[in-house]
Antibody, heavy 124, light 113 residues
Framework: QVQLQESGPGLVKPSQTLSLTCTVS??????????WSWIRQPAGKGLEWIGR???????NYNPSLKSRVTISVDTSKNQFSLKLSSVTAADTAIYYC????????????????WGQGTLVTVSS | DIVMTQSPDSLPVSLGERATINCKSS????????????LAWYQQKPGQPPKLLIY???TRESGVPDRFSGSGSGTDFTLTISSLQAEDVAVYYC?????????FGQGTKLEIK
């Protein structure tokens, strides 16, 4: 079964760029059947979808973060990545990667599975 | 944005009793062309990622106990646990996938009374 695992620095300084990678195992990220998303959750709070990408490189982003977010894919490593620029303390959260189904352009579905999540703290 | 509002925020329920969590969307998530409600439910236990329970508002994910059920249509949805077990203590979230901007409810914390 497919498993996702996030990795990256746990501490980022304010104004710098947060960079995380999600490694997909048990299946190919290039299968064409799925979207790959990033979702975050501040401690003790709810879930916020950041953005998603398809294997052809097309992306959709949350408008509230769009100016600072880039999601990209490295099919050779079966990974996709998140970059969030100009971070502040408000970006401190657990960051999850997750998969959703692709059944045509613009298709929407639930998230399953999710990675275990990685805590990123923004602090000097 | 489609705003998802859950009620209550916290729900104490006795073991073996029924638990009911509500979720209301600010606009309909029923897609008329296929008559499907674009609504999912997740369970999140401390230190774990959310786990998918229900999709299409009422389809139980494989492996999810049948005490969990989802219902509703349009803007009003319900997650019901028919007989609460100790392992069901968690925070539950609804999520709409009708809009390209996915949004979640604020969560309902289910606890043992």
């Amino acid at each position: 079964q497919v498993q996702l695992q996030e990795s990256g620095p746990g501490l980022v300084k304010p104004s710098q760029t947060l960079s995380l990678t999600c490694t997909v195992s048990g299946g190919s990220i290039s299968s064409g059947t799925y979207y790959w998303s990033w979702i975050r959750q501040p401690a003790g709070k709810g879930l916020e979808w950041i953005g998603r990408m398809y294997t052809n490189g097309s992306t959709n982003y949350n408008p509230s973060l769009k100016s600072r977010v880039t999601i990209s894919v490295d099919t050779s490593k079966n990974q996709f990545s998140l970059k969030l620029s100009s971070v502040t303390a408000a970006d401190t959260a657990i960051y999850y990667c997750a998969r959703s189904y692709y059944y045509g352009s613009g298709s929407m579905s639930w998230f399953d599975p999710w990675g275990q999540g990685t805590l990123v703290t923004v602090s000097s | 944005d489609i705003v998802m509002t859950q009620s209550p925020d916290s729900l104490p329920v006795s073991l073996g009793e029924r638990a009911t969590i509500n979720c209301k969307s600010s606009q309909s998530v029923l897609y008329s062309s296929n008559n499907k409600n674009y609504l999912a439910w997740y369970q999140q236990k401390p230190g774990q990622p959310p786990k998918l329970l229900i999709y299409w508002a009422s389809t139980r994910e494989s492996g999810v106990p049948d005490r969990f059920s989802g219902s509703g249509s349009g803007t009003d949805f319900t997650l019901t646990i028919s007989s609460l077990q100790a392992e069901d203590v968690a925070v539950y979230y609804c999520q709409q996938y009708y809009s390209t901007l996915y949004t979640f409810g604020q969560g309902t914390k289910l606890e043992i009374k």
